[in-house]
């Protein structure tokens, strides 16, 4: 576990018990990093990145893993990961890798952490965003676009049966996007 993974863990009342942490759920490229970023600014929550955990413990990037021991390991560090959160005491922004809600266990466990938010992104906004981008496996070689097209088509209802709000992204600032957020959630800044 890093250090700021540690410094929001151990003893109390773990803030996931209550569900009040906030996920972020979403394709590559909805802006979910992002979209934490100012959450955690306004909240002055801590932000957690599930793809930096799982590279920090790791010592390689995503693309290495996935090269090197496969998407399966992949897979199954996520849920390590995933269920190491469990025992965060402080309430966090969570954002998670675009395939975290695939696993059943997951999407289980996703929820009983907080707020699950899915950020719904269109095909052509996450070729927009990703052009030139060489960091995500899924995507690599010809054809992004039937790739995106094919994932999110299989993966929009999985996203949607995870989360607890859906908030569309496309054409909007970060700063409006988490501002809905905590409108809808019923946060006060
Ligand atoms: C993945 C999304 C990536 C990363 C990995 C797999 C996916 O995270 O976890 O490349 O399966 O959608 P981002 O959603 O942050 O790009």
Known sequence: ????EEAAVCGGTAAA?????IVLVGFMGA????????????LFWQLLDTDAMIEARAGMTISEIFA???EEAF???ETEVLAG??????PVIISTGGGMPLRAE?????RSLGRVVYLRVKPETVCERLAGDTTRPLLAGEGRRQKVEALLTQRGPVYEETAHLTVDVDGRTPEEIAGEILEKLHIDR
């Open 85 to 90: 959160l469990a025992r965060m005491r402080s």
């Open 106 to 110: 997951n999407r289980a466990a996703l």
């Open 31 to 42: 802006g979910k990093s992002t979209v934490g970023r100012w959450l955690s600014r306004k």
């Open 1 to 4: 576990m890093g250090e700021k």
């Open 17 to 21: 018990q209550e569900g009040r942490h």
């Open 75 to 77: 897979r199954s560090t």
């Open 68 to 70: 090197v021991r496969g």
